[in-house]
């Protein structure tokens, strides 16, 4: 609350409230004072500007729909800095960090732009096994689970890659799968265990025609979801419109 000013979001948009304790009954006045943040209000009253031309609510009259028992971070006052917590509790850093919110939606933007991206080009998306005999496709520590009905212990893949071939071996020519991996290896803000992965295959394509295909992929995504081609990450500008740099990958085998 700023004074007599209070903002309300649903999560996609926000209002500002000009509540006037002097315009309320007794009872009423002594509530307004009780609220915290994190309080769901149902409002009442005629809209206007302000001076500064803010779309406002001139509440006639309130009533708390749902108390808020641990009131929200301040942001003015810096109460969610800490990184660890924000991660630990992502509900909080979401309501509370428009930031975050925006990541969020934009990743989904992302998702829903890739499907539509393999569809056009007539791959079919599928599902493959999560839980696996052999946890193949990568070199990775898995997540060991046990099958009960089967008495046997099983492993959370840490990538799709042996099924999906499978499907091109069986005749499905194109193929691709937005997945979740497990591996069991570390943890930090920038590493989780647990993550999404694409992963794509076509037959009787060169790997000069899958690179092409990535160049385009994320070109495409810049410019349509993200509305520019230039993305700035880090302090370092990248041009997604420009070609891609290719390198060549050398290998090397000692003779025993």
Do not use: W
Request: aromatic residues 12%.
């Amino acid at each position: 609350m700023r004074g007599p000013f209070v903002v309300i979001a649903d999560g996609a948009e926000q209002i500002q409230l000009y509540m006037n304790n002097k315009s309320f009954a007794d009872e009423k006045a002594v509530e307004l004072k009780s609220l915290d943040l994190g309080d769901i209000l149902g409002v009442q009253g005629q809209i206007f500007k302000t001076n500064q031309g803010e779309l406002t609510i001139r509440v006639a009259d309130f009533q708390l729909l749902t108390k808020s028992l641990r009131p929200l971070p301040d942001k003015q006052k810096g109460d969610f800095p800490d990184t660890e917590m924000r991660y630990r509790q992502r509900y909080v850093d979401l309501i509370v960090n428009e930031e975050s919110r925006s990541v969020f939606e934009t990743r989904s933007r992302i998702i829903k732009f890739m499907r539509g991206y393999f569809e056009e080009l007539g791959f079919m998306e599928v599902e493959t096994p999560m839980m696996q005999v052999i946890p193949g496709g990568a070199t990775a520590r898995p997540f060991i689970t046990h099958h009960n009905a089967l008495d046997q212990d099983m492993y959370l893949r840490v990538a799709p890659e042996l099924y999906l071939k499978r499907l091109i071996v069986a005749g499905l020519d194109k193929v691709f799968e937005l997945n979740r991996n497990f591996r069991n290896e570390g943890l930090s803000t920038r590493h989780n265990p647990e993550f999404t992965m694409l992963e794509f295959y076509k037959a009787y394509a060169r790997y000069q025609d899958l690179m092409d295909l990535t160049e385009d992929l994320f070109r495409r995504i810049a410019k349509e979801v993200i509305g520019s081609t230039t993305i700035n990450y880090q302090g370092t500008e990248y041009d997604f419109a420009n070609p891609f740099t290719r390198l060549t990958v050398g290998c090397y085998y000692s003779i025993l």
